[in-house]
């Protein structure tokens, strides 16, 4: 078998996939639930509801706020409670619209929820990118990027290849791949669907080493589906990053400030496919989705199917309650997912897993002096210098570091994970971007 990945950086950690062998589990629904306006990159969502209002399963509640920015869904049926500011993970305020959930999980009539696979795809290239958008569609492998931008091909551009990001990179997570056997189906015609609005024949899915029998099963499945491969990786840390997907499926490198587009390729997420499916081919909104909750001592580690807006602490309970020893909740995975401030935040469109961590495994080690061992240069899989960004971040010097395109790092944490000193590289390579982000923004309104 041929594996693939890409050259430059790259890191093991320990894969911890505890939950992989556990099938999805649909999570019963709480008496409230809080559903952020924002859950997307983008403007946030405007509320077209109000307290009182009775909504059912798949309403619209929220209204996109600009091109850049999705609708937003009832994950329930129930009435209105109020629409006022929650805190996200990260404790900070955010709009949502609070529902108290009723016993009949009435859901609007033009969702189909018969369980056939619908294969003929009726609607036209247009009227496709039109549901992506309608249906609150984004990326679901954390990013949240609305996909229907990222379908709405600018003159002059073309796109050659979709690349499905299957990889599921991140340790502890494993929702991605129990899609991927549970839903294999519906993938590939989710596939179809993605291939047809962007005009072309070809996909490739990428899907890491660990995860045999979903490379096996949707090796199958895509010799029903003409122009479809699947390709095995390499295991390495980040694979499923954007341009390291890229670079490893076609050989193809992303220039600094590009996108994928501009190499000619679209790279959505396995979970994405499967959401495209269900809005095009049943007119199902994007309400819910399947979650990894996870943790070495964790009673029953497990992969749920979730409406959005459940507090992650019901799934938490559902998995035996908070270990005693937790010293810390994620939202997402241990190398890119953030700390959260309680166990009450609720489940968001870009909600790969909750994970809790013990102290060992949370606790930051003392921070030694930089030893200029170049472990972060050899890791940075964008081929950059963490150790210098950290220098001139923890300086303010914002200017020389948006010349040296800060704005290129991922995020991934390689440089951290690596680091014999300890040193907090990411988070003030983070602090970085922020600031660049900011001032190139006053730049532009200025012009």
Known sequence: MNFKTFKIGGVHPPENKISAGTPI????LPKRVMIPLSQHIGAPAAPVVKKGDKVKVGTLIGEAGGFVSVNIHSSVSGTVFAVDTIKDPAGFAVKAVIIDVDEADEWEESIIRTPEL????????EEIVATMKSAGIVGMGGACFPTHVKYTIPEGKKADTLIINAVECEPYLTA???VMLERTEEIFVGVEVMKKALKIDTAVIGIEANKPDAIEKMTKAAANFPGTTVQPLMLKYPQGAEKQLIKAIRNREVPSGKLPLDVGCVVDNVGSALAIYEAVQKHKPLFERVV???GKKLAKPANYLVRIGIPASVLIEKSGGIPEGTAKIISGGPMMGKAAVSAEFPVTKGTSGVLL?????AKRHEVQNCIRCAKCVAACPMGLEPFLYEKLSEKGRWDELDALNVTDCIECGCCSYTCPSARPLL???RLAKANVGRIRRERAAKK
């Open 427 to 429: 988070d003030y390579i």
């Open 292 to 294: 990894t909750v996870t």
């Open 25 to 28: 589990e649909a999570v019963e």
């Open 176 to 178: 991605d791949h129990r």
């Open 118 to 125: 619908i294969r003929e795809i009726t609607a036209t290239p």
């Open 357 to 361: 961590l013990d102290a060992s495994e």
